[in-house]
């Protein structure tokens, strides 16, 4: 059973991203205000889910939280300010798009670019150690699937109804055959020989 709160007294918001190592698609944020009597056995860090059970966790976040947002940083961001930054970008869009202003923030990770002027905690592997910060993975990660498997109906060479724009083999054996589409991050190496010439779809 994860922690319900660091900080019994305070208004805390979980908060953790996905997508950061993919080689297309954004990089998605979310933080949670959840009550601090909330519990459920289930929840966890979203990468020990199964697709199931994480959306099935994600109607259950919606409905109880107290506040919840998601934030979205394009590929163009990502390339223009690097993923780490794009990553602290779309955590702090979430946590000022809160109905909920909270008074502590829980971030999953060992550092965190913060601009919101709230009070930080940085939690390494935090999405397995307390309910918010799990809450906002589940989040996080189900909105960034929904956004791919809508994508890859437009790019269906790549698989993304699988890989949801992670480097698989599949993923990078199309990337090589039909080269890269806009929502590919140009920053990033698409492709393990660097002297391959990739053009855009």
């Not at 390494?124 to 809508?150: H, P």
Request: charged fraction near 25%; hydrophobic fraction near 40%; charge should be positive.
């Amino acid at each position: 059973m994860l922690k319900p709160y660091l900080d019994k007294n305070a208004i805390e918001a979980g908060v953790d991203e996905a997508g950061r190592g993919c080689l297309a698609g954004p990089v998605v944020a979310a933080a949670v205000i959840l009550p601090k009597e909330f519990v459920h056995p289930g929840l966890n860090d979203s990468k020990k889910l199964t697709e199931k059970q994480r959306n099935q966790l994600k109607d259950e976040i919606v409905k109880h939280a107290r506040s919840y947002a998601v934030s979205f940083v394009p590929p163009i961001v990502i390339d223009e300010i690097n993923i780490l930054q794009a990553s602290f970008l779309a955590m702090n869009r979430a946590i000022q798009s809160l109905k909920i202003r909270p008074e502590s923030l829980l971030i999953d990770g060992n550092r965190f670019n913060n601009q919101t002027k709230i009070p930080h905690q940085c939690i390494i592997k935090g999405d397995g150690k307390y309910l918010a910060i799990a809450a906002a993975s589940i989040l996080a990660k189900t909105s960034r699937d929904e956004f791919m498997v809508a994508q890859a109906r437009r790019f269906p060479q790549y698989n993304w109804m699988k890989n949801r724009g992670y480097p698989t083999k599949s993923h990078r054996a199309a990337i090589a055959e039909f080269g890269i589409t806009p929502l590919h991050r140009k920053s990033f190496k698409q492709l393990p020989d660097p002297d391959q010439q990739l053009e855009l779809f």
